[in-house]
């Protein structure tokens, strides 16, 4: 028996660059961090010179003893980690959790059941498929990974924008991502998943089939990551302080609602501005118009069956309709910092969803207990070690005392002889917790069953919910779906593939299954739709107004324009969070005197993705630049805000946009009414009533 702790006791302290109580990067400081004005080497030696390698005469050679430039260069040659195997492509903002105190009845996890708690949070938006540098606007999942640095520990959300995931067993994931990622021989095509390999696997692994239809839906193409729901994905099990049991979803409400790109938006995108959902994120948070998610949970008796309405809730292909059980709000997320260094921060961050505080536990879901597994793993290659937990982005914000020791990048400068448990020699510490403090205490449950590689027969359905989706969107939402079946499903080569797919949106909705086969030229197979609701919670359109703060309107301007009129507009757009940017012929300045506008873009860098809506200034240029024409014909095209004040609507008239088509706002001057309808048209996200035409057009 090790002797029982003396009151003096204190545990062998655990050195870190900022010790126990660090506050994260933004507010602590690192007396490692760069310091001083002289530049020196890695050791602190001050140098003259690091422009010139030491050579024998101007002409050289190099000499060998040059270790400053060995020493500049070998740290240069090894500034790469591994990308991560998936999601590698991302963005990371800092932030704050704030608990309502809702939660207090389901949960003793202080991070959700205090009411008024503040938690600070770094969360990572990131694509799936893609490499580090690919574009931020092809179509795939989205990862929305929350670090919450509670005073219990950190617990980690590593959810997605959709709620559901293409397999249900954790051993599938390698063929998953396989399938997905660039054909092995010739690593193409880059974060897409319209190819072969992919249309392969998903339709002959047909428990993919929800998950697909959200990514060939408007969700797969977000507008931004301010603008997009997030999803826990899995059930977890909340345990309050009596150890009672509920099972739980966890949702994030983007304030904003959700929205997102036209197809065509996201293409030019990827092209014109690879960075976009980077830079709006980024942008964003500069301009102070901080994204805000609330917290939900929907809540589910903890029974035997591990089911709700008939629903398996351990079965990761499948949601639980709103309609059956309510988004509960139990808190707010607000993202107000920037990370001060990408590599630092973003790209090392390494969540785990192994990370759960006490009152936040696992379920059975097969799919999570291999990701339990599988994120510590990933960090062992890409972070280089097993104390990753003491990079700063990963370091706990409450007190650490683990009598782990040594390894690869060990940053603790560890004190005592006694890193093990029981010990007198340390006089015992660092000492268990009693329940009511610790985590990973599960509460009892009995386990049994037959060893084997099975699955629960529920896990057979995996075509009623794929039904559900679609036939709970509305009709311009199925219509993009069937665009994006038409268009993925014409990437392909094989025609095997193509009629294997057919087969599958059989089974999802006659109507999507005729109009892809009729764009694919094939003969659509006969209707084979299995029973199923709807839940017109899915819904992306909605008829309330959303918050238009971080949206951007370009005005087209030019050396004769009406800078007052700008001016206005401005006035009232700020007033909202939203800003406005001017664009004209050349850079520079528009006006002189007290009355001058300073040029935002150019015709040459401005193009319509960059802005929610357009308009065009009285006294904008008449002479027809074809520049001007595109972006103002594109924004159309894309159902955005269209506007004109003065003789601007004779620009409009250029691009073939007339004052009565839906979504075109005209006045005389830039006064209070144009700037209203602006706003009041910005807030619907686009003018969908203008479908009709552009369908039928070719604008
Ligand atoms: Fe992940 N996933 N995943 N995943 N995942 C990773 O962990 C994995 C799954 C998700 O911004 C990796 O640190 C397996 C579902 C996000 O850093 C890796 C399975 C969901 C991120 C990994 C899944 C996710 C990852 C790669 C099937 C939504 C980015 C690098 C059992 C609920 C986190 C890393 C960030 C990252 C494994 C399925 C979300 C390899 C084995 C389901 C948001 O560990």
Redesign the pocket.
């Known amino acids: 028996m090790p002797p029982a702790r003396r009151p003096d006791q204190k545990a062998p302290g655990t050195f870190s660059p900022t010790g126990v109580g660090y506050e994260g990067p933004r507010t602590g400081r690192d007396p490692r961090e760069q310091s001083g004005d002289a530049l020196t080497t890695p050791n602190g030696v001050r140098i003259p010179d690091s422009d010139h390698s030491l050579k024998a005469g101007p002409r050289g050679p190099v000499l060998l003893e040059d270790f400053h430039l060995r020493e500049k260069i070998m740290h240069f040659d090894h500034e790469r980690i591994p990308e991560?195997?998936?999601?590698?492509r991302?963005a990371?903002a800092h932030g704050v959790f704030t608990a309502t105190g809702a939660a207090a009845k389901v949960t003793r996890a202080a991070v959700l059941a205090e009411k008024g708690l503040q938690t600070p949070v770094f969360v990572?938006?990131?694509t799936?498929l893609g490499s580090r540098g690919s574009a931020d606007t092809v179509r795939d999942?989205?990862?929305?990974?929350t670090k919450f640095y509670t005073k219990e520990g950190t617990w980690d959300l590593?959810?997605?924008n959709?709620p559901v995931?293409?397999?249900q067993?954790?051993?599938?994931?390698?063929d998953?991502?396989h399938a997905g990622k660039p054909h092995p021989d010739v690593e193409i095509p880059q974060a897409q998943s319209a190819h072969d390999t992919f249309w392969d696997f998903v339709t002959l692994h047909t428990e993919a089939t929800h998950h697909t239809i959200w990514n060939m839906s408007d969700r797969g193409i977000p507008r931004s990551y301010r603008t997009m729901e997030g999803?826990?994905?899995?059930t977890f099990r909340l345990v309050d302080a009596d150890r009672n049991t509920v099972l739980v979803k966890f949702h994030w409400k983007p304030r904003l609602g959700v929205h997102s790109l036209t197809w065509e938006e996201a293409q030019i995108a990827a092209g014109v501005d690879p960075d976009f959902h980077r830079r709006d994120l980024y942008e964003a948070i500069e301009a102070g118009a901080f994204p805000e998610w609330d917290l939900g949970i929907q809540v589910f008796p903890d029974t035997p069956e591990e089911t709700f309405e008939g629903i398996d809730l351990l079965d990761?292909t499948k949601i639980v309709p709103e309609e059956l059980a309510p988004v509960q709000v139990i808190g707010t997320l607000v993202l107000n910092g920037n990370p001060t260094n990408f590599f630092a921060e973003?790209e090392q961050?390494?969540?785990?969803?192994g990370h759960l505080v006490p009152g936040i536990e696992s379920t059975n879901d097969?799919?999570?207990?291999?990701?339990n597994?599988?994120?510590?793993?990933?960090?062992l290659t890409?972070l280089g070690g097993p104390n990753f937990t003491q990079i700063p982005i990963n370091r706990p914000h409450a007190p650490v005392n683990d009598n782990t020791r040594d390894g690869f990048h060990q940053h603790a400068v560890h004190t005592g002889q006694a890193p093990y448990t029981p010990n007198s020699v340390d006089d015992g510490a660092p000492f268990p917790s009693e329940w009511a403090d610790a985590g990973y205490v599960n509460v009892p449950r009995a386990v049994s069953g037959e060893v084997g590689r099975t699955a629960p027969a529920s896990f057979d359905d995996h075509f009623s919910q794929a039904a559900l989706f679609y036939a709970s969107l509305t009709s311009i939402e199925q219509q993009h779906i069937a665009d994006a079946y038409t268009f993925e499903l014409g990437k392909c080569y094989e025609q095997a593939i193509k009629e294997r797919a057919l087969t599958v949106l059989a089974r999802i909705d006659a109507q999507l299954c005729t109009t892809v086969a009729a764009g694919l030229g094939l003969p659509a197979p006969a209707p084979e739709v299995p029973a199923h609701g709807e839940s017109p919670a899915l819904r992306q359109i909605k008829p309330t107004p959303f918050p238009i703060a971080g949206r951007k309107v370009g005005v087209v301007a030019g050396p004769g324009a009406d800078l007052a009129g700008i001016g206005t507009l401005r006035t009232a757009l700020e007033a909202q969070g939203a800003q406005l940017l001017v664009i004209a012929p050349h850079g520079g300045q528009l006006g002189s005197g007290r009355t001058v506008e300073i040029v935002d873009r150019t015709f040459a860098t401005g193009r319509s993705i960059e802005f929610d809506a357009l308009v065009v200034a009285d006294g904008a240029p008449k002479d027809g630049d074809f520049r001007a024409i595109v972006m103002l014909q594109e924004a159309f095209r894309h159902l955005k805000a269209i506007g004109a004040w003065g003789d601007g609507v004779e620009v409009l008239a250029d691009a073939g946009i007339e004052p009565d088509y839906p979504g075109v706002l005209t006045g005389r001057n830039a006064n209070a009414k144009l700037a209203a309808g602006l706003v009041a048209a910005l807030g619907t996200h686009r003018a969908w009533d203008r479908t009709p035409l552009i369908a039928a057009s070719m604008i």
Request: zero cysteines; proline letters at 5%.
């Open positions: 991560r195997v998936v999601h590698a991302g990371g990572r938006f990131s799936v999942t989205r990862g929305f990974a590593v959810g997605n959709m995931f293409f397999i067993d954790a051993i599938k994931f390698p998953i991502i999803f826990g994905v899995h990761p973003t961050v390494a969540f785990h969803t097969p799919l999570l207990q291999g990701r597994f599988s994120y510590l793993d990933t960090q890409r």
